[in-house]
């Protein structure tokens, strides 16, 4: 690959729209074009077709119906998904369609699908493989070899219109927990699901550093300054949120720019689509010595986060922060195009305000906003305190969506009361860190999303869809998602029925049974203090009395753990004739692994009364059966593509030029499934294990060596009747962060034959 070559007098080329409008959010009344907007433009950008100043309330009442678009992207990511079956499908753009609608008709080999945009186009289909079809395309697994030669007919036409207008997709954190180094066809194949499933606005954070990068180059910093700022990029998600800066670097210039370039990519993809791509917006984030480059600047320190010392934030009420908001909008603008909606969380996770006002620093964000993308709305995360009371105070709300991150894990929640009326989206993080764990608390979803909706004075006009890692959970995500789209209440039991038998590919009594027992267990968790069901203690950090891997993770179990290892049973009868899917093998392995997690928490008790005990063969007999555990458990994952640390190091190696440079790539994925970041995080910060995850390699190589050396330690100490050594584990994870050896990047082993052996090694569910 090519070393750096400096681009100070080079820029990317401006990346220029389909020829159609943006497409916004449906309850968006304005129209943004591809051009930038009068007085921002960057040079060569387009000019925009029509001044949105005079944009009404965004939120107040519908959207003009769209003109008639191309359906060709739309018929692109058809083929990529149902490469067999997409010719018997006609997509046809509906101009007489209500916003975010779709008809779906038609004879057995023609169905034809009318909506509104593409990607609506897209969500009829999957409603039709949902509903008609009985086929799932999940996130992950698929059951389309299922379906038959011929699709089946339509009964009667069907029109679905969603019931709301923002159906926003990806954390913040989902870059860095999900693949921070993935290709462009890793991130079509999210987005393709993301149409399908209905959602409409995505978070687009690839690449985002090298507007900061350009921009700041104008306030006094040089590049190497600033490549040694920007994080690696699996670390870049908590830069981007003001957290930290550096770890994990330093970062070429040669992959910012690749980076930028797939963002853009990603970016126009998603408006080929009729999606919108949220981009990250400018609030004030600045390296050190802002205010020394920059005479009449003010900034405030921002002191800790998790032992990071944070960047420093620039008082957006100074003259500089207008500036620099210009600038770095420029420059966003020539790679990333325009947007209808940037994603901007001030101060988040106990930032200080310093003697800053932050009612008019909120307007002042706003402001520099509106300026560069006039009409555009401000999504800003809904967690722990924030927006506060006085962020609010200080901007046009109509133009704000708030993404409520705790809509499902506590009781007593009044948004509107919180939020003044603020328009809000429902949303959901039942996933911390990626970890690898079942569940969610799907019946809170339901009752709420109804419930809410329905209050007189509901300001509900969206659902987001924001587990820190992506690419868990299947039926979570279908459930999630279908809550925008279904018509009357959702009957969670029915809905899971009816997921058992599409997910497979046609009705199975085993696999109703073995998802009747899901609903019950790790898919009817309740809310009240989490939304996350508990980790594995195989993955957590050695102690007789760990009670969880990630220090905020549940420290119990959330469910009745007679469920997982139920539903592994009734799996394994499923007919041989519906085990071929990709569904069925994700499924399988996914709930063996989970029953074995679960009987973690059966052995580590047992494993510590017979230390205490000080009974030397008991010992020696239950900590064989936990090593015996873990490579069973090792050997089954490695039987699933979804569950390979081998692919994730290989992704990160592969965008380095150099051997040092992919070593340095490999560090930054490795640390953020490990030690996080350097000790004072790791330990102070309490940020070690937080991305734990039960991975073939990841559980063999760390996860397994680290509980021997505990046992081998525990054991002497029994042996020679003393204190047993201290082992230092963060140096040990340091030095398995550090590794460049190799794991398997494709699965081996039969998963029916694995699942089946866990399952007879395991007690049966009382």
């Known amino acids: 690959m090519p070393r750096d070559r400096s681009l100070s007098t080079r820029r990317l080329p401006i990346r220029r729209l389909s020829t159609s409008l943006v497409v916004l959010p449906a309850a968006l009344l304005t129209l943004v074009c591809a051009g930038a907007a009068p007085g921002a433009a960057a040079p060569g950008a387009a000019a925009p077709a029509a001044d949105p100043r005079g944009a009404v309330r965004a939120h107040a009442r519908a959207a003009p119906k769209p003109r008639t678009f191309d359906t060709g992207p739309a018929r692109a990511a058809l083929e990529r998904l149902l490469p067999r079956h997409a010719a018997q499908f006609a997509l046809v753009p509906d101009t007489a369609a209500a916003a975010d609608t779709f008809t779906v008709s038609g004879a057995a080999g023609a169905i034809t699908v009318r909506g509104s945009t593409g990607a609506t186009l897209l969500t009829g289909v ?72 209905g959602i409409n606005e995505v978070f687009v954070q690839v690449g985002a550093e090298y507007p900061y990068y350009r921009a700041l180059q104008e306030f006094g910093y040089s590049a190497e300054e600033l490549r040694e700022w920007i994080p690696g990029p699996a670390h870049q998600s908590w830069w981007l949120l003001q957290n930290l800066s550096g770890f994990g670097g330093p970062v070429t210039e040669r992959l910012m720019r690749e980076r930028a370039e797939l963002g853009g990519q990603i970016a126009e993809q998603l408006r080929a689509l009729g999606m919108t791509p949220v981009l990250p917006g400018y609030f004030g984030t600045v390296p050190p010595g802002f205010s020394a480059r920059n005479p009449g600047a003010g900034t405030v320190p921002q002191g800790d986060w998790a032992g990071f010392d944070r960047p420093d934030w620039l008082d957006p009420n100074a003259a500089a922060f207008g500036k620099l908001a210009a600038a770095y909008y420029r420059e966003q603008r020539a ?160 809905w899971f029925a009816r997921f058992a038998q599409r997910r497979y590919g046609r009705a199975d009594p085993a696999s109703a049974a073995a998802w009747e027992e899901l609903r019950k267990g790790p898919y009817s968790t309740s809310s009240g203090l989490w939304s996350e069901s508990q980790d594995s203690l195989f993955t957590a950090r050695p102690d007789l009395a760990a009670a969880g891997a990630a220090y905020w993770s549940p420290k119990f179990m959330r469910y009745p753990a007679g469920a997982v290892r139920r539903a592994l049973d009734h799996l394994l009868k499923v007919d041989p004739a519906l085990r071929g899917s990709s569904a069925y093998r994700f499924d399988l392995v996914d709930t063996a692994r989970q029953a074995l997690a679960n009987h973690s928490r059966v052995l580590l008790p047992k494993i510590k009364a017979a230390y205490e005990a000080k009974d030397l063969p008991l010992f020696r007999r239950l900590t064989a059966d936990w090593a015996s555990r873990e490579r069973q458990l090792d050997t089954l994952v490695g039987s699933d593509p979804n569950f390979l640390l081998g692919g994730w190091l290989a992704a990160a190696r592969s965008r380095g030029a150099d051997g040092v440079e992919q070593d340095r790539y490999e560090y930054d994925a490795r640390s953020v499934l490990s030690v996080w970041g350097r000790q004072s995080t790791s330990e102070g910060g309490f940020l070690h294990d937080y991305a734990n995850r039960e991975w073939n390699g990841l559980v063999s190589e760390l996860y397994a060596r680290r509980w021997a050396a505990h046992f081998a330690s525990l054991e002497e100490a029994l042996v020679r009747r003393a204190a047993p050594r201290a082992i230092d584990w963060h140096a040990f994870e340091e030095e398995w962060a550090r590794r460049t050896t190799r794991h398997p990047d494709r699965p081996t082993g039969d998963p029916y034959a694995l699942a089946a052996q866990v399952a007879a090694s395991l007690p049966a569910a009382n």
Do not use: C
């Open 335 to 494: 790679v990333f195009g325009d947007s209808a909606m940037y994603r901007m969380s001030p101060l988040h996770e106990g930032g200080r305000t310093g003697s800053v006002d932050v009612k008019s620093a909120a307007g002042a964000v706003q402001s520099a906003l509106d300026a560069a993308h006039p009409g555009a709305l401000w999504a800003v995360l809904g967690w722990q305190d924030d927006p506060t009371k006085e962020l609010l105070a200080g901007v046009d709300t109509s133009r704000l969506l708030i993404l409520d991150g705790l809509s499902d894990r506590y009781n007593r929640l009044d948004r509107e009361a919180r939020w003044g009326g603020a328009p809000y989206a429902m949303g959901s993080i039942y996933n911390f860190g990626g970890h690898t764990t079942i569940g969610a608390n799907t019946s809170v979803w339901i009752d709420r999303f109804g419930s809410w909706r329905a209050k007189p004075d509901s300001a509900l006009t969206g659902i987001a869809y924001l587990p820190e890692g992506t690419g868990t959970n299947p039926a979570a995500f279908d459930l999630f998602t279908d809550l925008a789209w279904e018509p009357g209440p959702v009957d969670q039991r029915a």
């Open 126 to 197: 999957g409603w039709y493989l949902q509903h008609v079809a009985g086929a799932d395309i999940g996130w992950p697994g698929e059951s389309i070899s299922m379906l038959p030669a011929v699709l089946p007919r339509v009964p009667e036409p069907v029109t679905r219109s969603a019931l709301v207008p923002h159906r926003y997709a990806l954390n913040d954190t989902d870059d860095g927990y999900s693949g921070p180094y993935r290709s462009f066809e890793e991130h079509q194949r999210q987005i393709d699901l993301l149409a399908l499933h």
